[in-house]
């Protein structure tokens, strides 16, 4: 019998996989069942789809065009059969999302509860890291960046922008005096990062011109949540992100400093995730609860 879904489905779990045995293994077939079905395919269309060597898979330009045009093709069958009440009931399955530890502590917990109580068959995996992984093979569904995006094999959804601010505590202030001038940031203590390359300058906007100037201070944190703790405790002045420390300059555990020459940058924030595989359920529904219930401080 003639199983054209099948055979689609079954390339795109190997190509999702990375090999015939993770397909066997995620559609329950066996390995010599999913090869078949590949062959199958290659000659109903008549030319060759996966370049197949002894230790890896590699998709040919007719096996990367094929790939994209059925992915969008099985999720407009997802649609439709869910429009005729056909599909499953609701998102369901494991949802991981990999976050920054800033992003996922700040933005993302406080909404996690009401998201996990409006779909309860799906269960949540969340992992926060500051180190770039890679999304594939950390087998990730949605991964959250923030500034410049470099993946392009990644579909990604704008989620918003949150300006950069300088912040210390009042005891800190107390002790060592407001600054009025990015000229005094030479008598302070500036909190800095250990796993950014320019972390010796901060801009500002002097005269109508965005200029850097040279920042020194005796600590180093390797992740913005430990810089933000550093400031908090009173060690210095920070440079964060406004979603980062909104909360804490509303509480007053946290005062902007120079904000008159804030020159007003940001960085994009962005939802990630495989837009060569058909969207599952549970991550559309995440990224349409994101688009709806987060809010990030500017």
């Known amino acids: 019998m003639d199983n054209r879904i099948g055979d689609m489905e079954t390339f795109l779990a190997v190509t999702n996989g990375g090999s015939f045995a993770a397909a066997a293994k995620a559609l329950r077939l066996t390995p010599s069942a999913v090869s078949r079905s590949i062959a199958r395919l290659e000659a109903r269309l008549g030319v060759l789809l996966i370049q197949r060597t002894t230790r890896s898979l590699a998709l040919t330009p007719e096996g990367e065009s094929y790939r994209d045009r059925i992915s969008a093709l099985l999720a407009e069958v997802d649609a439709v059969e869910q429009s005729l009440g056909q599909a499953p009931a609701g998102p369901r399955g494991p949802l991981r999302i990999n ?21 309860p068959a799906v269960t949540v995996e969340l992992s926060l890291s500051d180190a770039l992984v890679d ?22 959804k704008k989620l918003g922008h949150s300006r950069m601010v300088l912040v210390a505590s009042p ?9 009025d001038e990015p000229g005094d940031l030479v008598r302070h ?16 906007r002097i005269n109508g011109r965005v200029v850097q100037r040279p920042v020194d201070g005796p600590f180093f944190g390797n992740s913005g949540e430990v810089v933000r703790g550093m400031a908090i405790a009173g060690g210095g002045i920070a440079r964060l992100a406004r979603f980062h420390v909104a909360a804490d300059i ?14 007003g940058d940001g960085e994009d924030i962005h939802a990630l995730y495989d837009g060569h595989q058909r969207l599952a359920l549970r991550v559309r529904a995440f990224l349409d609860f994101l688009d709806r219930d987060l809010i990030l401080a500017d």
Not at 171 to 179: D, I, K, S
Not at 189 to 204: A, Q
Not at 250 to 263: C, H, K, S, T
């Open 189 to 204: 203590d500036c909190l800095r990062f250990s796993f950014r390359r320019s972390v010796d300058s901060w801009p500002f």
């Open 171 to 179: 005891a800190y202030l107390e002790r060592h005096g407001m600054p």
């Open 99 to 119: 976050a920054s530890v800033p992003f996922g502590i700040h933005c993302l917990l406080p909404i996690l509860p009401p998201f996990m109580e409006a779909y």
């Open 250 to 263: 509303a509480a007053g555990q946290l005062i902007e400093v120079l904000a008159p020459f804030n020159p």
């Open 135 to 156: 999304l594939i093979e950390e087998r990730a569904d949605i991964a959250i960046r923030i500034g410049p995006l470099r993946d392009t094999r990644l579909r990604a």
